[in-house]
T-cell receptor, first 117, second 115 residues
Framework: AQKVTQAQTEISVVEKEDVTLDCVYE???????LFWYKQPPSGELVFLIR??????QNEISGRYSWNFQKSTSSFNFTITASQVVDSAVYFC??????????????FGQGTILTVHP | DAGVIQSPRHEVTEMGQEVTLRCKPI?????LFWYRQTMMRGLELLIY????????DSGMPEDRFSAKMPNASFSTLKIQPSEPRDSAVYFC?????????????FGQGTRLTVV
């Protein structure tokens, strides 16, 4: 069985603050992918990143960075110098690789991020 | 490419009526997924197809729900008869079975309200 837990239901910050969204996952598979999706107020789901279970290197993309730690089964997401446009619901998701499970995602419950001006 | 296209964007229907949601995946993608998003259950997978064939429908809540994919460019999710508890946002997503790029691309969703 797979499970993704985002313990933070809601986070509120003031613009320019750094914020970290936590994600912890459970899977019995050795090969899997981890994802973050953003759901802005308009409702669509926007892909942010995919991480392979064999690649524990941290990744940075502009103000976004991701910390993958297999030892703690965590895949945390940090936004540096947050902006009002970052306000959204963020979902962490897990996909077991191989077989017929391409794109079959198990989502966490989501974290509502509100960035105040 | 226009991305995954879902229609309608919003649907309001009366309890007991049949509802059909439509999806056009990204051209060339061989996987298609139907997800449902509710406050109580979050995002959950209902059913997915590979090369137009249903692979796993274990997430379909009950027999009132059915999904079809008659060709590579079109899928429907039907609810008959609809009930108020079916009110949710229904997302369609598609992906391509490449080991290098397996992220699912989502449509904008259909917000269904059953009154």
């Amino acid at each position: 069985a797979q499970k993704v837990t985002q313990a933070q239901t809601e986070i509120s910050v003031v613009e320019k603050e750094d914020v970290t969204l936590d994600c912890v996952y459970e899977t019995r598979d050795t090969t899997y992918y981890l994802f973050w999706y953003k759901q802005p107020p308009s409702g669509e789901l926007v892909f942010l990143i995919r991480r392979n279970s064999f690649d524990e290197q941290n990744e940075i993309s502009g103000r976004y960075s991701w910390n993958f730690q297999k030892s703690t089964s965590s895949f945390n997401f940090t936004i540096t110098a947050s902006q009002v446009v970052d306000s959204a619901v963020y979902f962490c998701a897990l996909e077991n690789a191989g077989g017929t499970s391409y794109g079959k995602l198990t989502f966490g419950q989501g974290t509502i991020l509100t960035v105040h001006p | 490419d226009a991305g995954v296209i879902q229609s309608p964007r919003h649907e309001v229907t009366e309890m007991g009526q049949e509802v059909t949601l439509r999806c056009k995946p990204i051209s060339g993608h061989d996987y298609l997924f139907w997800y449902r998003q509710t406050m109580m259950r979050g995002l959950e997978l209902l059913i997915y197809f590979n090369n137009n064939v249903p692979i796993d429908d274990s997430g379909m809540p009950e027999d009132r729900f059915s999904a079809k994919m008659p060709n590579a460019s079109f899928s429907t999710l039907k609810i008959q008869p609809s009930e108020p508890r079916d009110s949710a946002v229904y997302f369609c997503a598609s992906s391509f079975s490449s080991p290098r790029n397996t992220e699912a691309f989502f449509g904008q969703g259909t917000r269904l309200t059953v009154v």
